[in-house]
């Protein structure tokens, strides 16, 4: 592990200044992820075999699928209504990056969302964990 980057299976995340990260620092490829944003805004989790989400299909609670697109990958959230007493979501989601020859390389996880007052406030433009989804790379022995 270098300081620069984690390496989780296929992919290759960036640290990025502001944010805290939980590893398993005693392997090369770590077997699980959790970033975390200091002020308690999201706190995201990857762990290897996490499956890939899918709406439960006698679910009470209504679900909305936000995805985005780049050149390179997809980023799909299933995002469930929030309820009105609660101050937190959580949002699972998952990233297609795609390599050379266009295969589609997965990497699932989830996202707690803090939903208290100030939150809409704090946002300056694309929340971290957008940005964070965005940065992912995939390592060099996945691409080739």
Same mark, same amino acid.
């Given at each position: 592990?270098?300081?620069? /980057?984690?390496?989780?299976?296929?992919?290759?995340?960036? /640290?990025?200044?502001?944010?805290?990260?939980?590893?398993?620092?005693?392997?090369?490829?770590?077997?699980?992820?959790?970033?975390?944003?200091?002020?308690?805004? $999201?706190?995201?989790?990857?762990?290897?075999? $996490?499956?890939? $989400?899918?709406?439960?299909?006698?679910?009470?609670?209504?679900?909305?699928?936000?995805?985005? %697109?780049?050149?390179?990958?997809?980023?799909?959230?299933?995002?469930?209504?929030?309820?009105?007493?609660?101050?937190?979501?959580?949002?699972?989601?998952?990233?297609?990056? $795609?390599? @050379?020859?266009?295969?589609?390389?997965?990497?699932?996880?989830?996202? %707690?969302?803090?939903?208290?007052?100030?939150?809409?406030? /704090?946002?300056?433009?694309?929340?971290?964990?957008? @940005?964070?989804?965005?940065?992912?790379?995939?390592?060099?022995?996945?691409?080739?």
């Amino acid at each position: 592990m270098t300081d620069k /980057r984690i390496l989780f299976g296929d992919f290759e995340f960036p /640290r990025t200044s502001g944010l805290k990260y939980l590893l398993n620092e005693e392997l090369l490829v770590t077997d699980y992820l959790f970033v975390n944003e200091p002020h308690n805004s $999201f706190s995201m989790y990857f762990e290897n075999g $996490f499956p890939i $989400f899918k709406v439960p299909e006698n679910s009470e609670r209504p679900y909305c699928l936000f995805e985005m %697109r780049r050149p390179d990958r997809k980023i799909k959230f299933f995002c469930p209504e929030k309820y009105p007493h609660l101050d937190s979501v959580v949002w699972y989601f998952y990233v297609e990056v $795609f390599d @050379e020859q266009g295969v589609a390389h997965v990497l699932p996880g989830q996202v %707690r969302i803090e939903f208290d007052g100030n939150f809409i406030h /704090r946002i300056k433009g694309k929340p971290k964990f957008i @940005e964070l989804l965005e940065g992912v790379k995939l390592a060099i022995a996945a691409s080739t």
